[in-house]
């Protein structure tokens, strides 16, 4: 594709860990470097309390670590499709509606695109999963019609969307030589997506590509679910996860499951949360576990923990074993995990990827043996169990991972170029 004049449109990838925005111009890079050179901002809002201002991305991951007051919120996105977007949380010590914590982040990936381009973006091409929410088509909806509402609020003009694998389909298509038929499989933060598509180098620029999409389809599974997992199995045991009551029930879990759930972490903080904790403790056949995670509450280390967690995945792809140092909440305590037991907690997980897939293939009556390549891109498409567990489905097929993080943005600037100009 040869520019001489740079688009009127940008592309954002808003994602639920990490977000880019794509424009395209001539002899530059599509993807702009949002911070630090780098071009991710993760998906973050720190609130500072003791300056009274919100920082985003990794600054606001490194102020929250070196101890500042305040409030984080992460994994933005998951509260799309959510209950949780229709009420309010407390911020600086005011009431905030979660449908505004989603302007303030887009429009922080607003203002720093205008800043690196010099000029205001009124027409814009979001990215959106495959379904925002599964089996349920009007609260999908609904979330879309939210994204639409925050953008117009925040000055775009035009708003339109591409579903985040045909916007990686076409990043790919613009460097292939021939036609084939691709399975873009797209793992990212919150959902797994995935589309079937035909590409070829004489159809990049044509506008209607409608009859090239052969099917599309995805679930709600991704990256945070898969944190989730590994805390579940390997973390949250030490905190009394499992531990019995002394009438022989389990332990209630619901403390544990918002650990491990990065949007719902700031609700174990609560007054009333930490109250029937404590009142349980009595009740508990081995109070250990418990003790603990009162401490851990206490000393507000949820978020901390839940960033150990995920690093933990991210090493667990190129390694068997990471330990979890604990000792802040107990001397000599650590969490010892293992690809091993990784893979045995997100096995459910990938047999729902694997059935999303085969349900993509059946919709478009196509046999395994017809696909050429599996595209893989999105941040957590590089977890072992999975990838092995897709290519296995499509043993013929060629293997080509995408950028991680930007194949989507890329492909939403040139759908943004096609539609706005």
């Known amino acids: 594709m040869t520019l001489t004049t740079p688009a009127r449109a940008c592309g954002i990838d808003f994602g639920t860990s990490n977000s880019t925005v794509g424009w395209l111009r001539p002899g530059a890079d599509t993807l702009l470097a949002l911070e630090d050179g780098k071009i991710t901002l993760p998906s973050v809002v720190f609130f500072n309390l003791e300056e009274h201002r919100p920082v985003y991305g990794r600054l606001a991951l490194q102020e929250y670590l070196e101890g500042y007051e305040g409030r984080l919120m992460r994994s933005l996105k998951s509260l799309l499709g959510s209950k949780l977007l229709?009420?309010?949380?407390?911020?600086?010590?005011?009431?905030?509606?979660?449908?505004?914590?989603?302007?303030?982040?887009?429009?922080?990936?607003?203002?720093?695109?205008?800043?690196?381009?010099?000029?205001?973006?009124?027409?814009?091409?979001?990215?959106?999963?495959?379904?925002?929410?599964d089996d349920d088509p009007l609260a999908d909806q609904e979330a879309e019609n939210t994204l639409v509402a925050v953008a117009h609020k925040l000055g775009f003009k035009d708003v339109s969307f591409q579903y985040e694998p045909i916007a990686a389909a076409f990043d790919y298509e613009s460097g292939i030589s021939g036609e084939e038929l691709v399975l873009i499989v797209d793992i990212g933060g919150g959902t797994s997506d995935f589309s079937l598509l035909r590409l070829a180098p004489e159809r990049r620029m044509q506008a209607d590509r409608q009859n090239d999409i052969l099917a599309t389809g995805g679930v709600h599974i991704g990256g945070t679910d898969?944190?989730?997992?590994?805390?579940?199995?390997?973390?949250?045991?030490?905190?009394?996860?499992?531990?019995?009551?002394?009438?022989?029930?389990?332990?209630?879990t619901s403390s544990h499951l918002n650990l491990a759930t990065w949007h719902t972490i700031n609700a174990v903080y609560s007054a009333q949360s930490q109250r029937q904790l404590q009142s349980m403790r009595y009740d508990i056949v081995d109070p250990t576990g418990i003790d603990r995670l009162c401490k851990l509450i206490e000393r507000r280390e949820g978020h901390w923990l839940?960033?150990?967690?995920?690093?933990?995945?991210?090493?667990?792809?190129?390694?068997?074993?990471?330990?979890?140092?604990?000792?802040?909440?107990?001397?000599?305590?650590?969490?010892?995990?293992?690809?091993?037991?990784?893979?045995?907690a997100i096995e459910p997980l990938l047999e729902r990827v694997r059935g999303s897939v085969s349900q993509l293939l059946n919709d478009a009556g196509v046999s395994v043996g017809q696909v050429h390549t599996v595209?893989?891109?999105?941040?957590?498409?590089?977890?072992?169990?999975?990838?092995?567990?897709?290519?296995?489905?499509?043993?013929?097929?060629?293997?080509?991972?995408?950028?991680?993080?930007?194949?989507?943005?890329?492909?939403?600037?040139?759908?943004?170029?096609?539609?706005?100009?």
Do not use: C
């Not at 027409?123 to 925002?132: H, I, K, N, T, W």
């Not at 898969?226 to 209630?252: E, I, N, T």
């Open 306 to 344: 839940a960033m150990e967690v995920e690093e933990s995945k991210i090493v667990l792809t190129e390694q068997e074993q990471r330990s979890i140092d604990l000792s802040r909440i107990e001397a000599g305590l650590s969490a010892e995990l293992s690809r091993n037991l990784f893979e045995n």
């Open 86 to 133: 229709k009420s309010e949380t407390t911020v600086l010590g005011s009431s905030l509606p979660f449908r505004d914590l989603l302007g303030f982040f887009i429009g922080e990936l607003k203002n720093r695109a205008e800043a690196i381009a010099g000029r205001p973006f009124e027409q814009v091409v979001l990215g959106r999963p495959v379904f925002f929410v």
């Open 375 to 421: 595209f893989f891109t999105g941040g957590s498409s590089g977890i072992p169990a999975l990838r092995q567990s897709v290519a296995a489905m499509l043993p013929n097929a060629r293997h080509v991972e995408g950028n991680t993080f930007g194949s989507i943005g890329s492909g939403l600037a040139i759908e943004a170029h096609k539609r706005y100009g």
């Open 226 to 252: 898969f944190d989730k997992q590994l805390s579940l199995a390997g973390v949250m045991p030490l905190f009394g996860y499992g531990s019995r009551m002394k009438s022989d029930a389990p332990m209630p």
